[in-house]
Each structure stands twice: as structure tokens, then as C-alpha cells.
């Protein structure tokens, strides 16, 4: 049977507010345990929630920046639980009457396709801490740094039909986040999880099948492995006439395969209920259009912008633009060189490998934007083959010169001087007489590639430095005297 | 010195007849000499109370002294003060001591106020006697077998021993007014949002609400102006413009309209109760004011509504007591799920289990509807009915308990008993109105309480009827004890 994949994505986005959702304590990462939990973070007694004005206006701008409806008056509720990571006994969060409602995301896939993916809502909610495991010798350390960070969760519908689809998407939700500032989306310190509802259905079907949950995948790589991995168990269980449990799961990175964490019977009863310490948060349209006026240049924007402003393909426009960063690494290189189809190709070929290989985000690249485009000039006026190029390219990896002076040092100049030119052809059809004669022999269909030959060898001799364009055409006319 | 009145004593410290030091080692002195007998105070604080007395002598003889400068007060221990043990009478909070001050306490200090101590109470208000205190049952100065209500009893009852000329205090259900009434003293709940909650323990958040505890309408107005005002720190706080709640006592009552529920003249009040009340509105007709009969139709509905928001919010706002982070924690716990079962099953008393337990089953799934959101309803309805009531008159007037004083350990067996205790004055709390008990009359030589509820944010005109009432009669100064 052919089985179709259906996902449905929770996407935890922490907010870059200074201070915590309820509290003023800071919140920033990596401080030593406890050093950022005021008595409102540790559930003291007597303390109260105040909410944090900031993280209402990054969750509004979120769900402008989806189209989403905004939730004009929006409920923080009680969810009850008992964690010794969870101070209050509660989450404070929303159900029923969330700030950002349904709405609609674009999705660009690797084949330049693209999907409609919609938005069941988002809320906003406050983290719970962190619980210590390591160095406490059969005790638990608790960390309340994170207590009261604020979040909203995002949650799609259940719209996408491959694990691809749901990176697309993930990837998607990040891009918007950082476009719009409102948080770093650095899913290594946990500022974005994801949590992924997968089921299978025979293809055809529109019902439902009984789904599980993966929880907490911290990056767009897992995602799309842990998805694949209970896919296949899935369909190997159904395939086998069993049946999917219902049932939260943990995506084990080392054995690629999920494991149940807990089955859904057992669940918490969370007792939700209106939180009677804040008030509903009423929001006027004002409020909501002031806000909509100052959203930057979103990705899909960007991409139909560059497309008609850089002549790029659509391809190549969603790909620069789905981080800000490099779009605006891009915009700034494509200035500077005035070259955009030359900067689109570098940023997305070298400079994208460069970036892969070492690890790192194009804003921590060792070549800067003004120096590819030192780069590119040299490309465009002739002055770098190709070849050349990509040796200047990797000198810059190691240095902060500009293409000129790496040219200069190097003494890579390209020789486009065609008396120069013409004694390197010389001296190879000179001492080739065989392969001279042979090509006099050829076919007329067979001759172009047989230039080759000689081409290499004068590249070979002249450093990769010979203008290509040049020898080429020199070649071909002093070959062709020989006829 | 100790029968004075906090309006007698402002003029006494400013003519010089005493110091703010001698009137306050003469309490201390008495509290140390006769509180055994009545169990007032969980904690008395000489030390810092004589420090804060020197402190206000010295502004007193420098002139420009803050209105509550060197008035000796006392605070229910379910209110935070920075320093000083606030265990809100419970084991789980035996060894907590608060790094802070609640928003009431800072305004008081403030006000030059001396702190003498923590007044006992039910075990985290939750009570209509005082006996569910873990320091040990209240008892009643008019009469020590009998309790002196709840959950205030500890604040009523240092008042009415002339302990302290006046307290603060927290009315949830009735807790203020309540064991006013039958300790012959004046007590007042302010409309919801009027004082600030920041650093008063939780018990049921949207029904809480901290007023004044003293022996006259004048004094409780001297005390309600240091307290009330808008609180940043606490969300539900009312942004109002600040009344001087003493500056209209005077005013002429001619004309007042005053209703009179029939529904609180009904079966189950004491007849010889209902004969003081009805002595205190001829009282009023003679002061000029007309009384009209009203109806407050969902009235029988306000004790089970109660009975489930309360216990709700509690059970959320308690979870907190985990024996994880501060408070008490069972001896060695064998897992996290024992840590929790024991510490709470140890550290609560009866009370508070009952009233959590009642709690989580009114949020449960399955439940929810049938009671938390049937009790919101019933909660909306009783609003309405003081709605339509106060358009047609300006106050209400009624008995603010069924009955006087009861014996210790009468109702202890029999919680549905002791909630009726509070029959005539939870409605008040769900509307979020502000509620006032003043003394008037003797049963058996144990005090009754007339009970006057305002419209929302009328607590000035409250105490003006009060006053003008207190003027014309004397039953406020009538004594529990021999002078």
C-alpha cells in the first residue's frame, strides 16, 4: 500500500525580550544557575505576574507578519502541573483565546516548488526551568534562570506531507522570527524547538490516523530525521496489521530511531483555567495598524523584490532571502559590484559551502561581503578567470585583503595581452606536432573538444592565468591557419 | 492609653501627652501580659517595633510627620514583611521569612505606622473561626470559648482586646467583616482592585482583597488611606485618583436611600440578631436615610458559587508548596512523587487539603463545565443583581453574620456549617463591591455586627455612614474586657 505522511508542527519560539514575560528579571543565556530568577520567578509567596508590554508586541507582529487574525482580546490561563522546574505549580499560558489566531504560511521547497501551509494559532507562554541532572549525585539541581522566558508556540495545521515540508516549514517560522527581530531563533541554545505530530494514512484517505508526538527537536537536520524515522515505524507496524499508539516520543539522535516517552492515557489532566491574576489583554486596532506600518521587508518581499530589482530566478531569490542576514549580505555585495547574477552565484555557491564547511552563519563568514565584491569586480572586467577566482576566494578565507591586493601579492593577473598570447599558442602547436596533426585529421564535429588539449596546456603553463576568452579564440584561428 | 483611638492617639502624640515609644512598649507590654489568654499573635516584633517608634518620635518632634506617624498596628501573617517570619498560620510556612514588604506594608511603613507583630488567622484564610490556625486557635476577648470568626480572627481579636488600636486584615469569603462583627470591632473589605494584593499570600486571587481592622469607621478611614492606591506591581490593581477616605465622615445622611435585601432577613438568621439590625436601620431612619426593600435574587446561589471559584483558584495558587523550593519539606523523601505527597500531606491542615482537593476536582476534565463554569455564571448573575439593586439605592444594608460568637470547636466537625457562617457576605467578594461590618448591639453580651455594602468605589460614602452611625450610638465602644 502506498501510505501518505501527515505532519503537524509546534514550533516553540523563545522571545528576545530583555526581561521575562511576568517578571523584570533578565533574560539572557548562559548566566551561572539562579543568577536571573527574582522572587516572582521562584513563585515566592505574595509575588504577582506583570505582563511584559514587548512580548505582546513581538507576538502581534508574528501574527501580522503571518497574516494571521490578532487576537484583539486575548486570556492567559492556568495549566496545572506539578515539575520542580515549574515554580508556580502552573504555566501560565493561553488556550482558548489566544493572541495570534489562524493564518497562512508559504513554503518554499528544495525542487522550487511551493505550499500553502495554515496556521491553526500561536500563544504566548512563559518557559518553565531547567532541571540539573548531571553532578548531583542522586539528586536533581534546579535551574530557574529560564523560569518566566517568554514564548510563543506556533502550531500548523496538519498540512504537511513530508519531512521536507516540515523543515520547509520550520525553516520558514525562523526566517520570520529573525526578519522580524523578535527572537534569535538559535535552536542550539533552545531559543526554537519543535515538536512533531506525525501520522500515516493509506494516499487517498482524509481521515486522520492515530498520530504521536515527537518532542523537543532542537535542529532543522533532526527534524528531518526524526520525522523519516517514525514514518518508517509507523508504516512497518501498519504494514504488519498492527496498530499507532497514541503517544509522546523522543527522537534518539545516536540510534535514529524514536522511543515512547509517555503514552497519552496516562496524561495530565491540566485543568486550565483563566488565570485570575492578569487581566484579559485588550488591543486596539490602532495598536495592532501601528504596528502592521512598521514591519520590516518580510522574506517573501525580499524575494519578489530581488526578483525584480536583481533579475534573479525565483529560486535563487527565496534562497537568499530566507535568512535576513544574507539577504542582506547579498544586497550589500550586489551594490558593490554592481554584478547581482555573479553576487546570487558566489553567495549561494562558494560562500554557501564555505559557510557549511567551517559551521558558522554568514554573519560570522571570514570573507566579508566587501571583499567578495572586490572579487567579483575583478571577474567582471576580466582581470580573474574563474579558476583565479576561486584561488583569490581562498586566500580571502584567510585574510582581510581586498581582491586587488590578493592579485598583486599572488601576481594572479590574468594575461588578456595577445602577443603574450599568441607566443603560449605558438610554442604548444609547436612542440604537439601529434596532436596538431591529429586535429588536422578530425572531424570538423570533433575538433572543438580536441582544443582542449591544447587549452589545459597552456593553462597548465601559464598558471590557470591565460584569459580563457582570448586563448580560445587565438587558438582556434592559428590551429585553423594550419588546415 | 491602650482603649485609645488611632484618632485619639494622632492627637495625642502631637500635643506631646505621649510619645510613640511609651504607647507602644505599653502594648507590648500588654500583648506579653495577656495575648496567652486570647492567642492573637503569631509573632510579636518588639525589637523592630520600639526601633520604628524612636524612629516616628523623632519625626514627630521634627514636626512635618506623615498622618500615621507612630500608630501602632499589627498585620495579619498572610501578609509579607520583609525580615520577619510570614507563615500565614501554616506549618508549610513555618520558617518562612520574606526578603520583602507587601505593597500595603511599604505604604503603612511609609505612613509612619509601628509594626508590633503577625496576627494568628486560619490556616491561609481559609476559615470562618480562627481555628484552624497551626499556632493554636484564636479566641473571642468577649468571650474566650467562643471563636472570634475567621479568617481575620487573630487582627479582630488583638483589636478588640485592646492589643493594638487597629490591624490589617484579608476578606476572601467574608474574613474581615466577619470575625468584625463578632468582635465588636469595625472592619471593611474595599472593592476588588482598590488595595494592592502585591505580597499578600494568595488564597482565591479574584477574591481577595486586604482592608482595615479597627475600633471606629474614623480610625478604619485613617487606615484604608495609608493602604489603597494604584500598584504597578499588581495587575488587577484599579488605576483611581486617591480618595482622603477621612474627609467626608460628616456629611449629612439625609436623604441616603438605603436597601435592604429581604433575602438577608430570611431563615437561619438569629432573631435576636435580626432585632439589633433592625434597631440600627430605625437608627438610620431617624439619621435621616430611608430604607427601601430590595432583592437580591441569586443571593442562595453565592455560597456554593463560592465554594468552587475559591477552592479553584487555591488549589492553582497553592500548588506552589511543594516542599521544593522554600517552606516545609517531609524527611526523607524517597522520589519526587513522595517529596510532594508528604510535604503537602504534612504541611497543610485539614482545611486546606479539603478546599484543594474540592478545587481540583471543580477544574477537572469532565467537571469543568458542571461546576467552574456553572459558578462563573451564577458569579455574573450575582453581580447583575447588586447592579439592579444599586440603581434604585445608594447602599445596602444587613445582618453581616447569621448569628453572634460561636462556641470553640461547634462547627469544627461540620465545614458545610462553617461556610454559613459567611451566608451574608461572600457575595460582596464575587461581585468584587466593598463590604463594611460596624458594631451594633449585644446577644448574651456578644457583639452583633451591622454589615453595609457600597457600589464599587464607594467606600467613602461607606464610612461616612458608618461614622455618622457611630456618632449617634455606642456600641463600637462597647469593651470585651475590663479597662
Given at each position: 500500500m502506498e501510505w501518505e505522511i501527515v505532519i503537524g508542527l509546534e514550533v516553540h519560539v523563545q522571545l528576545s525580550t530583555k526581561s521575562k514575560l511576568f517578571s523584570g528579571a533578565s533574560t539572557r543565556f548562559g548566566s551561572e544557575p539562579n543568577t536571573q530568577a527574582c522572587a516572582v520567578d521562584l513563585a515566592m509567596p505574595g509575588t504577582l505576574p506583570v505582563p511584559n508590554e514587548e512580548a505582546f508586541r513581538y507576538a502581534v507582529m508574528f501574527g501580522l507578519a503571518m497574516q494571521a487574525r490578532i487576537g484583539k482580546r486575548s486570556v492567559f490561563e492556568r495549566k496545572n502541573y506539578f515539575y520542580p522546574d515549574l515554580p508556580k505549580g502552573y504555566q501560565t499560558t493561553q488556550l482558548n483565546q489566544p493572541i495570534v489566531g489562524a493564518g497562512e504560511v508559504e513554503i518554499y521547497l528544495a525542487d522550487g516548488g511551493n505550499k500553502t501551509v495554515r496556521l491553526h494559532h500561536a500563544h504566548l507562554e512563559e518557559d518553565a526551568g531547567k532541571s540539573l541532572h548531571e553532578d548531583f549525585h542522586g539528586m536533581t539541581g534546579i535551574d530557574l534562570n529560564r523560569a518566566g522566558t517568554p514564548l510563543i508556540e506556533i502550531v500548523s495545521e496538519p498540512d504537511m506531507r513530508s519531512a521536507t515540508e516540515a523543515v520547509a516549514f520550520l525553516k520558514k517560522i525562523h526566517s520570520v522570527v529573525t526578519y522580524l527581530g523578535i527572537s534569535d531563533g538559535d535552536m542550539s541554545q533552545g531559543s526554537m524547538r519543535c515538536d512533531a505530530n506525525v501520522s500515516l494514512r493509506p494516499k487517498g484517505e482524509t481521515e486522520l490516523g492515530t498520530r504521536t508526538e515527537l518532542k523537543n527537536i532542537n535542529s532543522f537536520r533532526f527534524v528531518e530525521r526524526a520525522i523519516r524515522a517514525e514514518a518508517e515505524r509507523q508504516i512497518d507496524i501498519l504494514e504488519d496489521g498492527g496498530n499507532i499508539v497514541q503517544e509522546t516520543r523522543l527522537y534518539d539522535v545516536d540510534k535514529d530511531e524514536t522511543r515512547s516517552l509517555r503514552s497519552k492515557e496516562v496524561a495530565n489532566d491540566y485543568r486550565y483555567f483563566p488565570c485570575p491574576d492578569l487581566l484579559p489583554v485588550i488591543l486596539s486596532d490602532d495598536y495592532i495598524e501601528q504596528l502592521r506600518v512598521q514591519l520590516p521587508e518580510l522574506p517573501d518581499a525580499k524575494a519578489a523584490r530581488f526578483q525584480s530589482e536583481y533579475s534573479l530566478s525565483t529560486y535563487d531569490a527565496n534562497l537568499l532571502t530566507q535568512e535576513r542576514a544574507t539577504a542582506d549580505y547579498f544586497e550589500t555585495v550586489s551594490r558593490a559590484c554592481n554584478a547581482p547574477k555573479l553576487a546570487a552565484n558566489w553567495i549561494t555557491g562558494?560562500?554557501?559551502?564555505?559557510?557549511?564547511?567551517?559551521?558558522?552563519?554568514?554573519?560570522?563568514?571570514?570573507?566579508?561581503?566587501?571583499?567578495?565584491?572586490?572579487?567579483?569586480?575583478?571577474?567582471?572586467?576580466?582581470?580573474?578567470?574563474?579558476?583565479?577566482?576561486?584561488?583569490?576566494?581562498?586566500?580571502?578565507?584567510?585574510?582581510?585583503?581586498?581582491?586587488?591586493e590578493i592579485i598583486q601579492k599572488h601576481g594572479y593577473t590574468q594575461v588578456s595581452d595577445s602577443r603574450a598570447l599568441e607566443k603560449m599558442v605558438d610554442e604548444v602547436i609547436a612542440t604537439n606536432s601529434t596532436q596538431v596533426e591529429n586535429y588536422r585529421k578530425a572531424d570538423e564535429a570533433k575538433r572543438p573538444k580536441m582544443m582542449g588539449y591544447f587549452v589545459g596546456r597552456i593553462m597548465k603553463a601559464s598558471s590557470g592565468q591565460a584569459n580563457p576568452q582570448m586563448l580560445n579564440k587565438i587558438l582556434k584561428e592559428k590551429l585553423d591557419a594550419l588546415l | 492609653m491602650h482603649q485609645l483611638t488611632i484618632a485619639e492617639i494622632i492627637l495625642g502624640l502631637r500635643r506631646k501627652v505621649f510619645s510613640s515609644t511609651e504607647l507602644t512598649r505599653h502594648l507590648l507590654d500588654r500583648i506579653q501580659q495577656l495575648d496567652s489568654g486570647f492567642n492573637s499573635f503569631i509573632t510579636v516584633t518588639e525589637e523592630r517595633a520600639l526601633t520604628q517608634a524612636k524612629a516616628a518620635d523623632q519625626r514627630l518632634a521634627g514636626g512635618e510627620a506623615p498622618a500615621l506617624c507612630g500608630i501602632p498596628i499589627a498585620h495579619k501573617d498572610i501578609i509579607c514583611t520583609s525580615g520577619v517570619r510570614t507563615s500565614c498560620a501554616s506549618k508549610m510556612l513555618d520558617n518562612f521569612v520574606p526578603p520583602y514588604d507587601a505593597t500595603i506594608v511599604e505604604k503603612l511603613n511609609a505612613a509612619g505606622a509601628v509594626t508590633l507583630g503577625k496576627t494568628n488567622m486560619d490556616e491561609f484564610a481559609m476559615g470562618s473561626s480562627s481555628e484552624s490556625s497551626y499556632y493554636g486557635p484564636v479566641k473571642n476577648p468577649w468571650n474566650t470559648s467562643c471563636v472570634p470568626g475567621g479568617s481575620s480572627g487573630g487582627s479582630a481579636a488583638a483589636v478588640a482586646a485592646l492589643l493594638v488600636p487597629g490591624s490589617t486584615a484579608t476578606d476572601t469569603g467574608g474574613s474581615i467583616r466577619q470575625p468584625a462583627a463578632l468582635t465588636n470591632t469595625t472592619g471593611l473589605k474595599p472593592t476588588y482592585g482598590r488595595v494592592s494584593r502585591w505580597g499578600i499570600v494568595a488564597y482565591a486571587s479574584s477574591l481577595d482583597q486586604a482592608g482595615p481592622i479597627a475600633r471606629t469607621a474614623e480610625d478604619a478611614a485613617y487606615l484604608l488611606s495609608a493602604m489603597a492606591g494604584y500598584d504597578p506591581r499588581d495587575s488587577t490593581s484599579l488605576n483611581r485618583p486617591q480618595s482622603d477616605f477621612g474627609k467626608g465622615l460628616n456629611n449629612a445622611l439625609t436623604g441616603l436611600k438605603i436597601g435592604i435585601p429581604t433575602e438577608y432577613f430570611g431563615e437561619g438568621l438569629n432573631p435576636r440578631t435580626a432585632a439589633c439590625i433592625q434597631e440600627a436601620l430605625r437608627e438610620y431612619e431617624r439619621l435621616g436615610a430611608q430604607l427601601l426593600d430590595i432583592s437580591l435574587p441569586h443571593s442562595k446561589l453565592a455560597i456554593p458559587a463560592y465554594y468552587v471559584i475559591a477552592p479553584a483558584e487555591a488549589s492553582a495558587n497553592l500548588s506552589r508548596f511543594d516542599g521544593v523550593r522554600y517552606g516545609y519539606r517531609c524527611q526523607t523523601p524517597e522520589d519526587l512523587r513522595d517529596l510532594y505527597r508528604r510535604s503537602r500531606g504534612e504541611g497543610f491542615g485539614e482545611e486546606v487539603q479539603r478546599r484543594i482537593l474540592v478545587g481540583t476536582y471543580a477544574l477537572s476534565a469532565g467537571y469543568y463545565d458542571a461546576y467552574y463554569n456553572k459558578a462563573q455564571q451564577v458569579r455574573r448573575l450575582i453581580k447583575q443583581d447588586f447592579a439592579s439593586a444599586f440603581e434604585q439605592v445608594d447602599v445596602i444594608m444587613g445582618p453581616t453574620t447569621p448569628a453572634p460568637a460561636f462556641k470553640l470547636g461547634a462547627k469544627s466537625a461540620d465545614p458545610v456549617a462553617m461556610y454559613l457562617e459567611d451566608i451574608y457576605t461572600i457575595a460582596t467578594n464575587l461581585a468584587g463591591l466593598p463590604g463594611m461590618s460596624i458594631p451594633c448591639g449585644l446577644v448574651d453580651n456578644l457583639p452583633v455586627g451591622l454589615q453595609i455594602i457600597g457600589n464599587y468605589l464607594d467606600e467613602a460614602r461607606m464610612l461616612n455612614i458608618a461614622h455618622r452611625y457611630q456618632q449617634a450610638t455606642n456600641w463600637h465602644t462597647a469593651s470585651a474586657i475590663a479597662v
Open positions: 562558494e560562500i554557501s559551502a564555505l559557510l557549511k564547511r567551517q559551521e558558522i552563519t554568514i554573519s560570522q563568514s571570514p570573507v566579508s561581503p566587501q571583499q567578495l565584491a572586490s572579487l567579483i569586480v575583478r571577474i567582471k572586467d576580466n582581470t580573474l578567470s574563474s579558476k583565479i577566482a576561486k584561488r583569490v576566494f581562498e586566500a580571502m578565507t584567510k585574510s582581510a585583503d581586498m581582491a586587488d | -
